[in-house]
Structures are given as structure tokens and as C-alpha cells.
Nanobody, 122 residues
Framework: QVQLVESGGDLVQPGGSLRLSCVAS????????MAWYRQAPGKERELVAR???????NYAGSVKGRFTISRDNAKNMVYLQMNNLKPEDTAVYYC????????????????WGQGTQVTVSS
């Protein structure tokens, strides 16, 4: 019913930049919070950045000052601009959204994308 699709992952050298995109589609009435998580091999999935519908943002300490999250509410999209990438940023990056579906239900549902691989290596 709802799909989140990420794009933009790639192999990049240390110090390089990438921009990840995620589009949400389906029977969506309203998206509250959108976020990016990442999971490196052998590690737990962790929050990278989140943004509310009023553009309030939060970042993990390890990416603060290097990554920027933004969203386009009209297009149901969220972006992650990643600058000065480091090898420790290597991970699968997942898009996540809290949203209300079209229809009478007032419930907020949480959805995940399939992930996009970011590899930082020389």
C-alpha cells in the first residue's frame, strides 16, 4: 500500500560527497516524521538524521556538521546530503517514515525502505 524507495548510494572516496533520496508513494494522506537510518556490517541499525513536518531536525553526533537532511512535502521526498564522507560512514542507508494513510483511520504507521548501499573507500 505504501512504498519507500531510496536511491543515490554509491562507492565514493573519503572526503567525497553523496546525496541520497527517498520517495514515498501509495495511499498517503500525511507524513509526520521522515528519517534516515544506517546499518554497517555486524552492527545495529542506528539513526542518522530525522526531520519533522515542520522541518525540525536531529542528527547523530557522528554526522553532525557533515550531513544535512531535508524534505519536500509536496513530493513526499526526503534527502540526505552527505559531505566529507569517512570510511566509517560505510553502511546500508534506510529511509523511514511515520505517516497517516488516506481514509478514516487516525493511526500513524511506520514504514521502511529497502536500503541503498554507501561505501566509502579509496
Amino acid at each position: 500500500q505504501v512504498q519507500l524507495v531510496e536511491s543515490g548510494g554509491d562507492l565514493v572516496q573519503p572526503g567525497g560527497s553523496l546525496r541520497l533520496s527517498c520517495v514515498a508513494s501509495g495511499s498517503i494522506f500525511y507524513i509526520t516524521v521522515m528519517a534516515w537510518y544506517r546499518q554497517a556490517p555486524g552492527k545495529e541499525r542506528e539513526l542518522v538524521a530525522r526531520i519533522t513536518s515542520s522541518d525540525d531536525t536531529n542528527y547523530a553526533g557522528s554526522v553532525k556538521g557533515r550531513f544535512t537532511i531535508s524534505r519536500d512535502n509536496a513530493k513526499n521526498m526526503v534527502y540526505l546530503q552527505m559531505n566529507n564522507l569517512k570510511p566509517e560512514d560505510t553502511a546500508v542507508y534506510y529511509c523511514n517514515a511515520d505517516l497517516k494513510l488516506s481514509g478514516p483511520s487516525r493511526l500513524i504507521y511506520n514504514y521502511w525502505g529497502q536500503g541503498t548501499q554507501v561505501t566509502v573507500s579509496s
